[in-house]
């Protein structure tokens, strides 16, 4: 997959998609109850991206925030993952994803997060970034 979104629409399209989310009753309940925050440390560019589970919020935010896990992956790695089409159990054990601190933290949020794949597919959608999905790299192929 050649495209991928920037650092800014990458904040943008996961902050949308955490307040898409809060209009789903099961998904706010599940989040406010794990109140875990990550960060999301991408590479080629770096950006740090903030997610705070009992907010339901992400943002763009700095590598001395404080977290309870830390993941380092490239920027394509993020937007796959959150398309659904990367195992972040796999990636790690291929030294794809790297997590430091709390890794139940972690574990505890991806079925979760499962739930937001659809969301932020659609959010790319709205924002006229299609090119940047992998479903969009498999019909052109």
Excluded at 25 to 51: Q, Y
Excluded at 66 to 79: F, I, K, V, Y
Excluded at 88 to 99: E, F, I, Y
Excluded at 115 to 122: G, I, N, Q, S
């Amino acid at each position: 997959m050649n495209n991928v979104p920037n650092p800014d629409e990458m904040f943008q399209f996961v902050r949308t998609t955490f307040h898409a989310a809060r209009s789903d009753a099961a998904i706010v309940e599940k989040l406010n109850g794990m109140n875990t925050v990550l960060k999301v440390i991408t590479s080629d560019p770096e950006s740090v991206l903030i997610i705070d589970t009992a907010r339901q919020d992400a943002w763009q935010g700095g590598l001395d925030d404080a977290s309870d896990a830390t993941l380092r992956m490239s920027l394509e790695a993020a937007n796959l993952f959150w398309q659904g089409e990367l195992n972040l159990l796999a990636a790690m054990t291929r030294g794809v994803v790297r997590v430091q601190g709390k890794k139940s933290a972690l574990v505890r949020v991806l079925p979760i997060a499962a739930k937001l794949f659809p969301l932020y597919v659609k959010t790319v959608k709205e924002a006229g970034r299609e090119d940047v999905l992998l479903e969009a790299a498999r019909s052109r192929a």
